[in-house]
Structures are given as C-alpha cells and as structure tokens.
C-alpha cells in the first residue's frame, strides 16, 4: 500500500507570497497516478492537478504541479485570498484504489 | 452544468443501515465512474468506494475498512449513484462526498481523478 506524507502540516503565508507543498511517496509511483485537491473552509475538495502536472479545467496558471518517483510539488506561485485553504494529494493505485495524504493547511500569516 | 446531489444522511444507531444517494446530472451517467469519498469531523479525506461506468464494465472497488458492510451501486436510468451501508459502526460518522471520476490515459498506464465533487451529507452513527 502506498502511504503519501505531505510537508508541512501548516504554512502560513501572506497574499501574493508563493507556496510550495510537498507530497512524498513511500515507494516510487508513476505520474499518470498523482492528483492535488484543494479543499476551502466548509466546502467539498476539488480538483488542481492531475497526473502530477496537468491542471484541472478552469484552475489558473498561478498553480502548477511537478515532481516524479517519490516526490512530488504543488507550487502556488501568488496566493489569492481563496488559495487559503486545506491541500491534499492523492495517489491512484490497486489496493486500496485511492490513497489521500494528510493535509496541508496553508493560513493567513 | 455538471452537478452531484446526495443525500440519505442522518443520524442512525451502530448496527443499523443506511443508504446515500448520488444523483447527477449534465453529463452521461454511464459514461463515468463514481468515487464516495468521506471525511470524518476534523480528519482528512478517506476513499470509501468506487463504481466504474457501465462503459468500463461496472466493476466495484472498496476500502478495506468498508468492504463487507458497504455497497455501492448505480442506476443508469436514474443517473444516480448508491451508497448502501449496513453494519454502521461509530467510527463510520463523517461527511460522504460522491465524486464524478474522470479516466486519464498516458501511454499504457489509465488512471481516474475526481473532477466534479457533490457537497456531501453527513451520517451520524450514535447511540
């Protein structure tokens, strides 16, 4: 089974600063199976990445995923005011089929 | 414009069932596979379970946590997809999320993201 740690647990930063998430892996895994979901306060997840560096439909260029093997980046180059919000990755695999990290908070500084 | 309803959420006591409903619409239900994801208050997102479109042959995948207790199926006519819980246990309280899971090819390898997300309802299981 595939276990995804993400860093940090929470990153505080101000508007416009760049943030940069990490996802890691505990045996390599391909591109094609890694996904990043934002999830804003009380609102379901929704999908920023998919196959490690496509953006989803509608995502700005202000994201961008990239990484391989085991570790992997969601970069957010200037956070908006809706970027403040919790960040999962997600790997697609056999058994279980979905794995989900932790978390990664990132809050107004 | 593509949307997931559930509902079917609510409070239930341990050994009790309960089924979700997914119902969607503006894209071709059979088209897709549907995902239920759930996050328990404070937690983190877990997979629960999965049903590919008719047109991937309508298969089923659970997580081991769930398998043996929950069914999930779909209704093609209804555009609707099900969650069926039985054997409720408290740790099972959380918000369930049904998800539109969208097939992504790369060369040889295919694998499904979740690209349209309902709002979710939420199960009590509680005494």
């Known amino acids: 089974e595939i276990v995804l740690t993400q860093s940090p647990g929470t990153l505080s930063l101000s508007p416009g600063e760049r943030a940069t998430l990490s996802c890691r892996a505990s045996q390599s895994v391909s591109n094609t199976y890694l996904a990043w979901y934002r999830q804003k306060p009380g609102q379901a997840p929704s999908l920023l990445i998919y196959?490690?560096?496509n953006r989803a439909t509608g995502i700005p260029d202000r994201f961008s995923g990239s990484g391989s093997g085991t570790d992997f980046t969601l970069t957010i180059s200037r956070l908006e005011p809706e970027d403040f919000a919790v960040y999962y990755c997600q790997h697609f695999g056999s058994s279980p089929l979905y794995t989900f990290g932790q978390g990664t908070k990132v809050e107004i500084k | 414009e593509m949307q997931l309803v559930e509902s079917g959420g609510g409070l239930v006591q341990p050994g009790r069932s309960l089924r979700l409903s997914c119902r969607t619409s503006?894209?071709?239900?059979?088209?897709?596979?549907i995902s239920w994801v759930r996050q328990a208050p404070g937690k983190g997102l877990e997979w629960v379970g999965f049903?590919?479109?008719?047109?991937?042959?309508?298969?089923?995948d659970y997580a081991a946590s769930v398998r043996g207790r929950f069914t999930v199926s779909g209704d093609d006519s209804k555009s609707t997809a099900f969650l069926q819980m039985n054997s409720l246990k408290t740790e099972d309280t959380a918000v369930y999320y049904c998800a539109r899971a969208s097939r992504f090819r790369s060369g040889f390898l295919f694998s499904y993201y979740m690209d349209v997300w309902g709002k979710g309802t939420t199960v009590i299981v509680s005494s």
């Open positions: 503006g894209f071709t239900f059979g088209d897709y596979s």
């Open positions: 196959g490690a560096s």
């Open positions: 049903i590919r479109g008719k047109a991937y042959g309508g298969t089923t």
